[in-house]
């Protein structure tokens, strides 16, 4: 009796690990299954592909308008907007991606320095070996932007969906009280404006920056771009893997910020608000800000509390037309889609863009100025501007500002241009001439 | 019948095995893998290198950085968790009524995001949040709280003891629950009273919770990235430059992954000797008192 009872357990129990095998297999398999890369393919006679947005719900809503429109007049088009993860940052989701092989057919928010890392791993495809990619660039007027936007070997990887060139928001009204009618724009005339604040107000600063004691490498582009640039007039910084920065804007910009740091018109500590609160009189400033103080600084009035304008310049002469650095990022169509996918991602960015409305709904729903040269003078545009009068300098200035370094070293080079140079200068631990000398030698080391 | 019940043991080990397998086991070999290559995490091309990665890792200022800080952070945070997890479960134990309730409250900064107590933190701290600037108008004092080599980790350390005390005290009070009342009986029999009970009958029973507790402590400090990412970057001058940045920087934002995964596998020798090294004090410490 003992024996039937055992041997019943047994083939219970045989049963058991058979079901209990069964469904650990098939949780592995269904865990390890990775989509294609792409999207699915072609089904039903229909090209599918994925389109990575960026991580903000304007423009993802913006990009799926889009494709539902295009695919209402595509029959053979399936497109699948979704959001681009962020672990943690959407470049860190994006290589992530390729690593698994789960990468998108097309995304946005790509910027120029990242672009020339996907493109030296040959993860990105170049736009201008599309065909009608001439005609594209053409009709949304934007010749001399990408003009900014080519890589070394004349190769388009990212065609850019927005550029904002950064610019700085003055308070007007303390400067009135200080004696100013209007804001600097001149290192002298900043310096002035600078020692004169401290004279009335020693508790207020110049400028509130955390970053500038931040080795913080995207940071730079919000300090250091912004004046090198105008210093230097758009002169290139990294150029075939090279370091072609101009010396002397180079050193002017470090001496500036000595001048101002030994001043001590620069916060250096994180501060809440510090430019609404009248706590600093001047900040970089990206469009972004307008609809954050629409809904808590409705004070911030253009014309009455601040005003807009280009970086200052270390003359009277480059004052007329300076540069900026180019809070930009655009598309790219990745390598591991098929052909048929790029091509596909293609046409509809192609669609996108050749209608000028479609760049007015980015612009209304994002606040982020279009890549296009005629952003200012369009028609399309005029009355959005009219009623948004803050953007209009932003719109007036796209041709004057120049895209990040295409470098694959570009967080190296950046980090090095903080720890060597501008950190220090900031600190008072280096003067500017030993600062740059030291950031020079620094990235030789790295582009070698 | 014997060989049944092994043969069903591993059975139901085996989604947990399987799990380590996929997720753990094979990963690290991949890293370890990896860690001698050149790889940039995108390109379908890479090369072997040799120990290349782990030679440049050694000489590495920010890798040397990123070992003795995780130390000083080790030293803050290990003390300040396990006394404050103690001190709440205490409480928690001598609570007549709505012990659950006071145990969840302590536990929910646990399920708190880690950017959003950083970003909370961070608006505390600054320059011109009304603490500091009570500080300056009361006090005269202006605090550079995250400007400062010895302030910042400090700040962090305490961070993510407010975080994690909660959920440790859990652990405490599971201990100070299975303690026998018999034993207290006899030691007040003995004479021991007030801190004298706490002290040589509390704490030593309560071996099996301090030894989870701090092993899961020092586990942790070898894995913090979220806080200092976004309170400090790793600064000021490498002050809170963890592994995990480090990692970080180097696989994600400079596409070194072949070198990112080297420190990574440093990382994993480096936690795992030092757990070990923690292990051995504590079963000291144990044996002592009687767990073998």
């Keep these: ?448 | 019948m014997e060989k049944s019940t092994a043969r069903l043991g591993w059975l139901f080990a085996s989604p947990y095995l399987i799990y380590s397998l996929i997720f753990f086991l094979f990963p690290l070999l991949w890293a370890t893998y990896l860690a001698f290559t050149n790889w940039n995490l995108i390109s379908p091309d890479y090369e072997f290198v040799g120990i290349s990665n782990f030679i440049e890792a050694f000489f590495s200022e920010s890798v040397r950085a990123a070992f003795f800080v995780t130390y000083k952070f080790l030293g803050m945070f290990v003390p300040i968790a396990v006394v404050g997890a103690l001190m709440l479960a205490m409480i928690i134990h001598t609570l007549p009524r709505f012990k659950g309730l006071f145990s969840v409250a302590f536990f929910l900064p646990y399920l708190a995001s880690g950017v959003a107590s950083a970003i909370v933190v961070n608006g505390v701290l600054s320059y011109n949040s009304p603490f500091n600037i009570w500080l300056r108008g009361t006090f005269g004092l202006d605090i550079d709280w995250l400007g400062s080599s010895i302030l910042a980790p400090l700040i962090i350390a305490l961070m993510m003891a407010w975080k994690f005390a909660g959920y440790y005290a859990l652990l405490f009070v599971a201990g100070l629950e299975s303690i026998p009342k018999d034993i207290y009986e006899a030691a007040e029999i003995d004479g021991a009273v007030g801190f004298k009970k706490f002290w040589y009958v509390t704490l030593p029973m309560l071996y099996p919770s301090f030894y989870t507790v701090t092993i899961l402590a020092v586990g942790l400090m070898f894995g913090i990235f979220t806080e200092p990412y976004v309170l400090t970057g790793g600064g000021p001058d490498l002050a809170t430059h963890t592994w995990q940045l480090e990692i970080y920087s180097q696989a994600f934002e400079r596409l070194n992954a072949g070198y990112g995964t080297a420190i990574a596998v440093i990382n994993s020798i480096v936690t795992f000797g030092s757990i070990l090294v923690f292990r051995k004090i504590l079963e000291k410490w144990g044996a002592r008192h009687g767990w073998e």
């Design chain 1, 1 to 448: 009796m003992n024996a039937i009872t055992n041997l019943e357990g047994e083939n219970k129990m045989k049963k058991l690990c058979f079901v209990l095998l069964l469904m650990i297999s098939g949780l592995i398999v269904s865990g390890c299954q990775s989509d294609s890369g792409g999207g699915e393919g072609s089904s039903d006679g229909k090209v599918e592909f994925e389109f990575w947005a960026a991580p903000n719900p304007t423009q993802e809503a913006f990009w799926e308008d889009m494709a539902q429109q295009y695919m209402e007049e595509e029959d053979g088009v399936s497109i699948n907007v979704t959001p681009m993860p962020e672990s943690p940052s959407s470049e860190a989701g994006i290589q992530s991606a390729i690593a698994a092989g789960n990468a998108p057919a097309i995304s946005e928010n790509i910027s120029r320095g990242f672009a020339a890392q996907l493109a030296a791993s040959s993860a990105i495809v170049p736009f201008n070996e599309f065909e009608g990619y001439e005609k594209l660039i053409q009709e949304r007027q934007m010749e001399e932007t990408m003009s900014s936007w080519t890589f070394t070997d004349d190769q388009q990887f990212v065609l850019p969906v927005y550029s904002n060139p950064m610019l700085f928001a003055w308070r007007t009204d303390i400067l009135a009280e200080l004696g100013f009618d209007e804001a600097p724009r001149t290192y002298d005339e900043v310096l002035k404006a600078g020692e004169k604040l401290k004279e009335k107000y020693p508790e207020k600063f110049l400028w509130s920056r955390a970053d500038l004691v931040k080795p913080t490498w995207h940071a730079r582009w919000f300090d250091f771009f912004m004046l090198y640039n105008a210093a230097s007039d758009g002169n290139n910084f990294v150029e075939d893997n090279k370091l072609v920065a101009d010396n002397e804007a180079a050193v002017e910009t470090f001496k500036f910020f000595s001048q101002m740091a030994e001043g001590d018109m620069l916060l250096t500590r994180e501060a809440t608000d510090p430019f609404e609160s009248g706590d600093s009189i001047m900040m970089d400033i990206g469009p972004w800000t307008f609809s954050y103080w629409d809904e808590k600084f409705p004070e911030m009035v253009e014309g009455e509390t601040y005003e807009l304008t280009m970086p200052p310049v270390p003359s009277e002469e480059g004052t007329e037309n300076p540069k900026t650095f180019a809070d930009t990022k655009g598309l790219s169509i990745y390598a591991s889609a098929t052909k048929e996918q790029q091509q596909a991602a293609f046409d509809f960015v192609n669609w996108v863009f050749s209608k000028p409305e479609n760049d007015l709904e980015w612009f209304e729903k994002t606040n982020l100025p279009p890549a296009r040269d005629d952003l200012a003078t369009n028609d399309a545009f005029t009355e959005f501007l009219e009623e948004n009068s803050e953007l209009k300098k932003y719109a007036d200035n796209i041709p004057n500002a120049v895209p990040p370094i295409a470098s694959e070293k570009t967080a190296e080079v950046q980090e090095l241009i903080g720890t060597e140079g501008l950190n220090p200068v900031v600190k008072g631990e280096k003067d500017a001439e030993q600062a740059w000398e030291d950031v020079r030698n620094a990235i030789d080391g790295v582009l070698e």
